[in-house]
């Protein structure tokens, strides 16, 4: 079974994360961060992904340590619970129309760390979170699950839309990319033999 636990304390927050990549897409969230539990309710259940976050974060100061924290312990769970990587697709990508949002999503587990993240939000907040912390959570995840992931947004003008499109369309993107390739289940998909 690819599950991972993943626990973080720091003198800002305090996280602990479960994940289970071959799950049903069923979650317990709760970070502080009322956006952000709506956020990751949505990727695990696009993701089908079994997910359990606690976050006791200093969101009296602001929600930025809480959503950063919360991203690196992401990227630190897929990274463990994908393990060697053997049989894994490697890459995914999802085009996905959130009414008048248009997302589009690709991803590399590639072992290299790169975001294109090219979505425009017409908003600083939605209620109170910050949308600039969209960015920081994915910089946050692929950071500490090497990958390459583009995040595009050709049209848009609802932040609430192309916000949530974002996670959605990552979510089913990295669906694709750790599901186990049945063909190539004993191969590391690279002709370096790693990943």
């Known amino acids: 079974m690819r599950i991972a636990t993943v626990e973080r304390k720091t003198a800002e927050t305090d996280i602990c994360l479960k994940l289970n990549l071959d799950g049903t897409g069923v979650s317990n969230i709760d970070t502080g961060v009322g956006f952000m539990d709506h956020m990751l309710t949505l990727f695990a259940k696009h993701g089908r992904f079994d997910l359990d976050i606690t976050c006791k974060g200093d969101t009296n100061v602001d929600d930025h340590h809480s959503v950063e924290d919360i991203g690196i312990c992401l990227g630190q769970a897929f990274e463990k619970a994908l393990g060697d990587k053997k049989g894994i697709v490697r890459y995914g990508s ?64 609802n932040a609430h839309h192309i916000v949530e499109g974002a996670f959605k369309s990552v979510a089913r993107s990295l669906k694709q990319a750790v599901a186990i390739d049945k063909d190539f289940a004993d191969e590391i998909p690279s002709t370096k033999g790693v990943l």
């Not at 999802?94 to 979505?119: F, Q, V």
């Open 94 to 157: 999802m085009i996905l129309p959130m009414d008048e949002a248009l997302i589009l999503t690709a991803i590399d587990i590639s072992g290299r760390t790169y975001l294109n993240y090219d979505l425009k939000i017409p908003t600083a907040k939605i209620g109170t979170f910050d949308t600039e912390l969209v960015e920081e959570f994915f910089w946050a995840f692929v950071r500490n699950m090497p990958s390459s992931l583009h995040i595009k947004q050709p049209d848009g003008r």
